[in-house]
């Protein structure tokens, strides 16, 4: 049986401190073991800033739950982290800056010191230099990669419900499997292209949002949009998905739907007028696409709030 020690405090080869604008914040930080630790995150606001330094033979492991968190790098380059990716990266800094998407992030990070990985978790892995060869696979001629399969988002569902107390040597066995995935065929063939977007780019698509919700009633396309802001089309399209999880298309149809359910809600406003605020000339139309989504006419729909 493996002899770990399980603390609840600060990482001892990092500094696990975000600074953001209504004060710092100590994410939770578990050690598993010499050399494995997890730090758990869970935030709600806009924008932060990391200060985690370690050593350059840690391994980090990035995975998102919920939200999307946005890697600011040198000013102009952002890095997307979304719900179901695991980010694979080596770095000694990490004092870069960061926003979330809505103002929200739940996540976790597995944090590999190669040097001072205890011999006890090496044992697990068949292959003791498995950690220098993932490096060696995935890292070696780029700063991340990014993976998603069904079998990476099974592992953090797991260790999301575990409970941590009464459960080490079982995330360090799932860890030490998590990283034997990572040197299958499967796991190599899934890594994803990576998306560098400009901050620049990161702007225009929230003033295309703003525009989209306050501009209903108007019938833009995508070309037009594209020309409004000056970004080119494919950049808007990925960045947009990107962002908001959605494309522009099922963006606008949404935004139209809850609009519409708003107005016939809360206010008397006929059903044409409605409609042509959610940009629909024609009510028949408007009728027929709110019946498809919501299983009931407007006016069905108005009467049974009403009442």
């Known amino acids: ?5 399980f603390e609840t405090k600060n990482i001892r080869h990092a500094t696990t401190k975000l600074f953001t604008d209504s004060g710092n914040i100590q994410p939770v930080a ?3 073991t010499q050399g494995l630790d997890l730090i758990f995150h869970d935030y709600n606001f806009d924008n932060y800033r990391s200060a985690i330094s370690f050593s350059d033979k840690v391994i980090r492991l990035d995975f998102a739950y919920s939200g ?3 890697l600011i790098k040198n000013n102009h380059e952002t890095i997307f982290l979304e ?6 990266s080596q770095s000694s800094d990490d004092r870069n800056n960061y926003s979330t998407v809505g103002g929200h992030y739940r996540g976790v990070t597995i944090l590999l010191d190669r040097q001072k990985i205890s011999s006890e978790f090496l044992s697990l892995l068949e292959n003791k230099l498995l950690l220098d060869d993932i490096v060696t696979d995935y890292l070696q001629n ?8 069904e079998f990476i988002e099974r592992f953090f569902q797991d260790v999301e419900k575990v409970k941590l107390r009464n459960r080490v040597q079982f995330l360090l ?9 990572l040197d299958s065929e499967e ?5 994803l292209p990576k998306m560098y977007f400009t901050v620049q780019e990161i702007k225009k698509i929230y003033a295309i949002r703003t525009y989209l919700l306050e501009n209903m009633s108007e019938r833009a396309t995508l070309k037009q949009l594209a020309n409004k802001y000056d970004i080119g089309l494919t950049t808007m399209q990925k960045l947009f998905k990107a962002t908001y999880y959605q494309s522009i298309h099922s963006f606008v149809l949404s935004a ?10 809360d206010s008397e406003k006929s059903i044409t007028f409605i409609a042509n605020e959610v940009g629909y000339i024609n009510a028949s139309k408007f009728s027929a696409f709110f019946k498809d989504e919501k299983g009931l006419t407007p006016k069905m729909y108005r009467k049974l709030y009403k009442n």
Request: hydrophobic share 45%.
């Open 173 to 181: 066995l799932r860890v030490a499997e998590l990283l034997l995935y």
């Open 187 to 191: 796991a190599h063939e899934s890594v």
């Open 30 to 32: 578990i050690k598993l």
């Open 1 to 5: 049986m493996m002899s770990t020690k």
């Open 142 to 149: 780029d700063d991340y990669i990014l993976v998603k399969t």
């Open 83 to 88: 719900p179901g990716f695991l980010k694979l």
């Open 68 to 70: 999307s968190v946005n």
């Open 256 to 265: 139209r739907l809850e609009k519409a359910c708003y107005l016939l809600k």
